[in-house]
């Protein structure tokens, strides 16, 4: 066993001693990545499968929970921002039963929403009783809200005040919202007025004005007083304001783009948005039509039929003496009265007219045309065009402005030169990015060819023939033993592709012959003085 343990390791260092530099490298590399990777996968398979086995915790109970597992020794990690808790699969089991045994998690759904009224016994109070019920809302009302995408977790406060004889003496009911938005995420005005009518429409005698939305950073969303809310609704005022106007800018300016041509004008404007709430009341009673059949008529008849003698009488005179009525006698009088009173069907007309907030006040345009471009087009002919393209009302007191101005072409033309420079810098530092990929590929691709290269040895067999007759070395090389003794090996494996040529002056043929064995050996010994230290220590033993 030693003897396999021992030839295995010399192999290694035979082989190990064989390989160039570069191939030392590239195998120390390739181990080292193995090894990574081999303790990489080591890792990932020896961890065990985590699954939930809470979630939607608290911070309280996350923080008791985690506590309780350290102290069990229990492997567990946190996810969701700590609300939810990973322990090994096989040990779910054992934490839940656990952790009920302690009490946690406290604050579950039985602990809040309407299963707080399954609670209460025939012993409880009237206050009791009222703080459960407004208990039981506000976790209903907190379920329902953290069912949003956006949010991970909200709290909701009731202000239920006592009922009251008077309705003007009424507390209003309000109610105050806390949201912790989820990471990286923000609720828009939209989603803020969801969760404010959300609140008001689940609590008898709130509106959504009496309705706060706060998130966890302190931002106003939603002011109590308003109908839309604070900060989240101004800045969906300005965006409502601003997308009108840049609808009705983008309709004004294509169409001068196609007149004047691009770049040619400039076009803006300006939108007063009304966001008042505001109601209108007519009424307009509209007349009978002919022939349509009376709601009410009344008819009085006053007749008078007389006859007799005239009464005698007449008339003081001067001397306050009666002058005899020469008509006396028999009279004979008659009196005919109608009164007719008609009332027509006169119908009545009521229209309730309420302004949604966000209508158009005014509109203000402003156009601006390049006066070298825009010299043979009629100014009264573009501004009719202009406010019928942005849809102005001057009735509304909308104002539209058109004028022709010489355009300043430096400033586009820097910048366009600029933008052509910077796309043109861009396209030169691709390509040299390109070319440095390409030059580290060619530079990878050369050293696998030498070291490919290099890592073929060709054997070449070198005759010595009888040594005998070589006279000693002298200089560097005289301490080498001498090479009379022993029969020395026939041949050598070289590792050079080529043997060197010495050219030599023609001499007889036993001193062309020592001439030639030393400069071969001396080609040896510079090429290759390991190999010949092992063959002259190989014949000294022999001659010992």
Known sequence: MNKRISAALTSVKTTWGSFTAGQRAVTIIALVVALVGGFAF???ASKPTLTPVFSNLSGTDANAISQKLDESGTTYELADSGATILVPAEDVNRVRIDMAGAGLPANTENSQGYPLLDQQNFASSDFQQKMAAKRATEGELQKAIDSLDAVQKS???????????????????????????????????????????????????LTPANVTVTDSTGKLLSASGGTGGGGAAGDQRVEQAQSISAVAQQKIQAMLDKAVGPGNSSVTVTADLNFDNTKVQSNEYIPAQPGAVPVQEDTETEKMRGSGQTPVGGVLGPDNITVPNANAGQSNQQYDNEKRKVTNPVGTRTTVTEQAPGQIARLNVAVMLDASKSAALNQTEMQALVAAAGGVDPKRGDVVQVSRV???????????????????????????????NIGLALLLLLALLIGFRKSRRKTTTVEIGDLSSIEPLTGSHAALPELTAGPPPAEYALEDDEMPVIEATPLDPQSEARTQARAEITALVDENPDEVARLLRGWIAERK
Not at 168 to 184: D, E, G, R, W
């Open 42 to 44: 080591y890792q990932w």
């Open 155 to 205: 709290t909701v406060q009731l202000a239920l005040p006592e009922e009251e004889v008077f309705t003007a003496a009424q507390t209003p009911t309000t109610a105050s919202v806390l949201i912790t938005p989820k990471p990286q995420q923000q609720l828009d005005a939209s989603q803020v007025e969801a969760v404010v009518h959300l609140v008001s429409s689940a609590v008898p005698k």
């Open 406 to 436: 010489p355009f300043d072409t430096q400033a586009a033309a820097a910048a366009q030169e600029a933008a052509r420079a910077a796309a043109q810098q861009e396209r030169q530092d691709q390509l040299i990015e390109l070319a440095k």
